[in-house]
């Protein structure tokens, strides 16, 4: 059987269903409820996910924090340069994209300067890794970021960030400083439907996985030969795992918040057994894989092509996914970050 390619996960969206911005309220975006049992999907709202899930439910939730990851600076020449972090490598070195007319070479140092003009820091560059540079700051990386960066919007997005920006391109669950893009189905939820979830009997789990830049670029050949995506620190503790049993054993459900929150608990589970742990993650889910954890999944609407299609594709069957697009296309829902919600029931016959 031929492996399933990215191309397999392709369709036309136009380019008005693209959201710049987000919805007025949290929770005023729409929910595609797309069961395993139904025919169709079925039209909701966020505001009303309450009435699809159940006493003795979990949802797992990711609590990393996005940095300001975008920096721009000034180069000897004169010439101007962005900079969009993927990871931290410590406290002062990172790995990066850069965004110049000329590419700098190792060895070059750029100035980071803040929204005056103003330099606030230096920045040497140390070599390059495939597709990220490795870069080397004068001060600390918060530092740095904290006087000069900018929240990284994703590129489709096409505009600046605003002051807007620094509360809602972040969950209000944010803790842990680390992610360069938000886990944008988190961004659906504010306190109130919080409270009323577990009111209403549905507990609450966190996980922590730090969003790097690349999941925003274009699957490789690698990539797809190895089955491995890049690298991303995770975390999943004791208390998770422990939620997560609890729920088993009342027979409930675990409903991951974001193809991260699942990622980060399917790694955890490759041993066959939920364990608590953290370090790197690669793990590329695509169509074939045994999913050990997560029962259902709320999540935004995701880029043609990308490892993100392929994993919702795994997790709810290729031709039920492909056909909730083409649906959600139709009926006008808003797309990518700051765009409209999905909830998922995991696939019985992968299809």
Not at 57 to 66: G, P, S
Not at 262 to 273: D, N, T
Not at 292 to 303: A, P, R, W
Request: charged content about 25%; proline content about 5%.
């Amino acid at each position: 059987m031929r492996a399933m390619q990215p191309d397999d996960f392709d369709y036309e969206l136009p380019d008005h269903l693209i959201a710049r911005y987000p919805a007025e309220q949290r929770t005023d975006s729409k929910l595609l409820v797309v069961p395993v049992d139904a025919e169709h999907p079925i039209d909701s709202k966020v505001a009303s996910i309450t009435q699809w899930l159940r006493e003795g439910d979990t949802l797992v939730v990711n609590n990393t924090r996005v940095i300001p990851a975008r920096l721009f600076g000034r180069r000897a020449t004169g010439g101007h340069i962005e900079l969009l972090l993927e990871r931290q490598l410590s406290e002062d070195r990172v790995t990066a994209q850069l965004r110049a007319n000329r590419k700098p070479a190792t060895g070059e140092a750029i100035q980071i300067v803040d929204a005056t003009g103003d330099a606030v820091a230096s920045a040497t560059l140390l070599g390059r890794d495939d597709r990220f540079f490795e870069l080397q700051f004068d001060r600390s990386v918060a530092s740095v970021t904290g006087a000069a960066g900018h929240m990284p919007l994703p590129p489709y997005i096409d505009r600046p960030d605003e002051a807007l920006d620094e509360e809602r391109y972040q969950t209000v669950y944010a803790e842990t400083p680390g992610a360069v893009a938000a886990p944008t189905a988190g961004l659906h939820f504010d306190e109130a439907l919080l409270q009323s979830l577990q009111d209403q009997g549905v507990s609450r789990a966190s996980v922590t996985l730090h969003v790097a830049a690349g999941t925003f670029q274009p699957l490789s050949e690698l990539q797809l030969s190895t089955g491995r995506l890049h690298k991303e620190w995770y975390e999943v503790p004791e208390q998770t795992v422990n939620a997560v049993a609890a729920t088993r054993e009342r027979g409930g459900r675990v409903i991951a918040v974001g193809t991260t929150a699942m990622r980060a608990l399917e790694s955890a589970s490759l041993s066959g057994q939920l364990l608590p742990c953290s370090g790197d993650t690669d793990l590329f889910i695509r169509p074939g894989f045994e999913f050990q954890v997560v029962d259902g999944l709320m999540t935004n609407f995701h880029l043609p092509r990308s490892s993100l299609m392929m994993l919702v594709g795994a997790f709810a069957g290729v031709e039920r996914i492909m056909a909730a697009y083409r649906y959600a296309v139709q009926n006008q829902y808003r797309f990518f970050s700051y765009g409209d919600a999905m909830l998922l029931w995991r696939s019985v016959d992968k299809s």
